[in-house]
Structures are given as C-alpha cells and as structure tokens.
C-alpha cells in the first residue's frame, strides 16, 4: 500500500487567494483526519470522518475553512480566503475500522503551506 | 487545562543515557494510549502503544497510569537515532463513529555523541 497521498507537498500562495489540499487515505480505512501543525500549537485536529461523514468540526478555526470527504478515497480540505496566519503544515491521517482491531493512525507527509 | 500535556523540553542527552518523558491527559475516559515519534519535517509515526499493564518494546518501555490520568515513556541506551520529538497520544471512542485521537505538542529529544 502507498500510505496516506497528500497534495501538494508545498504551496506557496497570496494572501486572500483559494488554497485546496487534497489526502488519498489507505484503501480500506473508514477514518480520515485533518491536522494542523505550528510550533505554537502543535498538532491540532481540524476535523474528522468516518465512513465519508464529517464527525467532528469543532476544530476548524473559521468560516474560512471547509473539508469535504465525497468518497472513500479522497478528502479536500479548502481555506478561501487565505491569510498569513493560516501558514503551517497540514496533515491528513487515517485509521482502519475498530472493530478489526485497528488503533494505529497513519499520517501523510504533509503540505507545508506558506501564505505571503 | 490543556487536554494532553507534555514538557516541550528538549532533553539533550548523552548517548547511552537513559530518558524518560511524561504526560498527563484529562479525559477519564480515553480508552487508547499511544506514543508516536516525529522527525524533523516528516510526519508522525507510531512509535507503540501503551497498554494499562505497561509493555516493553526493546530499549522502549511504556507505562500507564489510569488512576492518574499519566503516561510514561522510558529510553534506554539512547541512540543518535532516538534524536526526534516524542508525542503522547490520546484516544477517546464513544460510539457513532466518534473517535478523538488527541495528541500532546511533543518532547523534543537530541542525543549527543
């Protein structure tokens, strides 16, 4: 299996410009997450799903930011617009189903956003 | 209070030295522990789970403590290699599909020759 494909790796854009990231999870797995990591705050869970329906969204910062999951193999997170402050790296994870014993969450490589 | 804490360090130790790091979580009701291990500019990845009766994996040795809500990760004869950042991880399931996994903000080691 490829892992969690996550892209772009990086992305440099202007400020108050659309910012799309995309995640393949593992085939198979029910959960996708999005984290974001700065130095500041460390890993912070955006959002999550399960079997393609968002979960829990309480982590997303703003009206600014969206995520969509429309299948089992591909999730978006948007930011529009962007501002500076959106500036870090953002993951995507995913995890098998429970109930197979599954508890170990793979991440992706990341998209290290820059907003200038 | 913050849900997982951890001390950000870093430990900078010397090879061979043994490093323990700790956190603390307050959810009573996770159910999961995990440490994962963070190169610079990589992703996370699972270094092991822990389990209530405190596993071994071998220079590794995790422990947990419910009643305390504390989590702890022992290194032994520490490698250059082991230099990273060490994440407690959390997790909390309650049915319908939800799934907190939680992580702390990482206990930066650096092992020096």
Redesign the interface.
Known sequence: DAGVIQSPRHEVTEMGQEVTLRCKPISGHD?L?W?RQTMM???E?LI?F??N?P??DSGMPEDRFSAKMPNASFSTLKIQPSEPRDSAVY?C?S?GP?DRGN???F????TRLTVV | RKEVEQDPGPFNVPEGATVAFNCTYSNSASQSFFWYRQDCRKEPKLLMSVYSSGNEDGRFTAQLNRASQYISLLIRDSKLSDSATYLCVVAAYSGAGSYQLTFGKGTKLSVIP
Not at chain 1, 107 to 110: H, R
């Open positions: 959960y997450f984290y705050r460390g890993l869970l999550y399960n079997n329906v979960i829990d993951f994870a995890r429970w508890t170990e969450a991440f992706g490589q990341g």
